[in-house]
């Protein structure tokens, strides 16, 4: 069969992808920006990368017509709460326009679970999306789902931060709403085995977890599969605002997913029971075997895609990394580091390794400074750190930076800030003709851009000598 998916780089279609290859299947993979792509699915058969925006119906005119079977998991928590549900329907009917003029038989739909009567804006959105893409031309299957727990899922990364940062928490009242959160093997299982099912053209299942669990019920046992004690004291006074600083302070998320995240955490996610487990052959796996599920995956480094890697991680919202790809060089300032590359393969090495748990290899404690300034201004900081140790493709996040491109084989590396800034920033590292060059540019807006420059120029001039000496060392 062919396949179209849609959000193809996404958290869900980044692990979804492999399972379908293995079945033998032709893979179309829909993404906004091909150049980011490129580097993930270079070496794999079987797949025909597009480009595509499904707000911009003319663009949908480069994927082929001769689908069998698409899959919708075009979901985005990035907007603004004024606008987001607007967009969200609009690309819905812009797939489903295509979808009824091609030749695709089925659509699977992954949603959320919407059966309690106070839906927060997300949520409903996600209702109304389901309404948009159902069809007479074609049969849609939607699964709903609530909280996925899985290594580098947004769920998991914040339950993780929380719980391994606090030993004591004194936290909002959301944090006894109910759930039922559901493992991403089973996720996948139900995405991947409804391939082709007749049986479930034009129908909508509810898949969850065996447990009806609480938030803070969550947060303790998973403390209990990290061996971790940990008290929690619920409050009545934290306004949503004062948890959505609370939660950006304490994890890895930034300010506009926080508040996003609270509206949504208030609502119940309680589904409702069905035969679906039976047709598909799916038993969901229980909170804590997920968690530990999750951490084989972590201790082997094998974790496919992770939220980090979303734009909205920076909440910047970046698009297109491509737009940066093209390092100014009028109106801008350079702190450029040259030298003779003593083992290129040990340099190309500690460059790919850099960021996250390795550090930037001078002044880490300057790093550091620097991103808790970040962090207090509402940027990222350094706490989205990087997704493997070793690994770097083009569009990954890491620490306060954004990789634009990675090219080991080329040697070039080329970082574009996602920190608070009075201007834009690139740093870039290759190695070329018996050389390491090291340069960072930074392009200001105004006279403040200027000011901060002048100001740092003390500190650069310390750590990108010493950076670039301890790489070649």
Same mark, same amino acid.
């Given at each position: ?268 996610? #309680?589904?409702?029971? &069905?035969? @679906?487990? %039976?047709?598909? +052959?799916?038993?969901?796996? *229980?909170? =804590? ?8 995956? #972590?201790?082997?480094? &094998?974790? @496919?895609? %992770?939220?980090? +890697?979303?734009?909205?991680? *920076?909440? =910047? ?26 083992? =290129? ?129």
């Amino acid at each position: 069969m062919k396949i179209l998916v849609t959000g193809a780089t996404g958290y869900i279609g980044k692990r979804l992808i492999p399972l379908l290859l293995n079945d033998g299947h032709v893979v179309v993979c829909a993404v906004r920006d091909k150049k980011r792509a490129q580097n993930y699915f270079k070496d794999r058969e079987n797949i025909i990368l597009v480009e595509a925006d499904f707000l911009n119906s003319k663009s949908l005119e480069n994927i082929p017509v001769d689908i069998d079977i698409a899959y919708y998991l075009i979901h985005s928590m990035s907007k603004s709460v004024k606008e987001f549900h607007i967009l969200e329907e609009k690309c819905a009917f812009n797939f489903k326009r295509f979808a009824e003029y091609s030749q695709v038989e089925q659509v699977i739909y992954l949603s959320g679970i919407t059966n309690d009567t106070k839906l927060s804006r997300h949520l409903l959105s996600r209702k109304n999306v389901e309404n948009a893409l159902a069809s007479k031309k074609y049969g849609l299957t939607t699964f709903k789902a609530g909280i996925i727990v899985g290594s580098g899922s947004s769920s998991f990364e914040i339950i993780r931060d929380i719980v391994e940062k606090l030993p004591f928490m004194i936290t909002p009242k959301w944090l006894n709403t109910k759930t039922q959160p559901l493992g991403i093997r089973d996720v996948l299982s139900f995405l991947h085995r409804a391939i082709g099912k007749k049986e479930l053209y034009n129908t909508s299942y509810d898949v969850f977890g065996p447990e009806i669990m609480t938030y803070k019920e969550m947060l303790l046992q998973f403390a209990e599969v990290r061996k971790l004690k940990r008290r929690i004291v619920t409050v009545p006074v934290m306004t949503p605002k004062l948890s959505s600083y609370w939660l950006y302070f304490v994890t890895s998320t930034s300010y506009k997913l926080a508040t996003t995240l609270v509206n949504s955490m208030g609502v119940e996610v #309680i589904g409702i029971k &069905s035969n @679906i487990n %039976s047709i598909l +052959d799916v038993q969901p796996m *229980s909170y =804590k075997q997920a968690v530990e599920y999750a951490f084989v995956k #972590i201790k082997q480094n &094998s974790i @496919i895609s %992770s939220w980090k +890697d979303s734009y909205i991680s *920076s909440g =910047k919202l970046k698009n297109y990394v491509h737009e940066f790809i093209n390092v100014p060089k009028h109106g801008c300032f350079k702190d450029f580091k040259q030298r003779k590359v003593k083992d =290129k393969k040990e340099a190309l090495d500690k460059i790919w390794a850099i960021g996250g748990e390795t550090g930037w290899y001078y002044g880490t404690f300057l790093w550091k400074i620097r991103g808790i300034v970040d962090q207090f201004y509402g940027g990222a900081g350094l706490r989205r750190g990087r997704r493997h140790p070793t690994e770097l493709n083009s569009g990954d996040a890491l620490d306060f930076w954004r990789v634009i491109y990675a090219d080991k084989e080329k040697g070039k590396l080329l970082l574009y800030a996602e920190m608070i800034l009075p201007g834009e920033a690139w740093l870039e590292f290759k190695i070329e003709d018996g050389n390491i060059y090291q340069t960072a540019t930074f392009r200001p807006h105004g006279l403040a851009g200027r000011l901060y420059w002048y100001s740092v120029m003390p500190f650069h001039w310390f750590v990108f000598n010493g950076m670039i000496n301890n790489i070649n060392k």
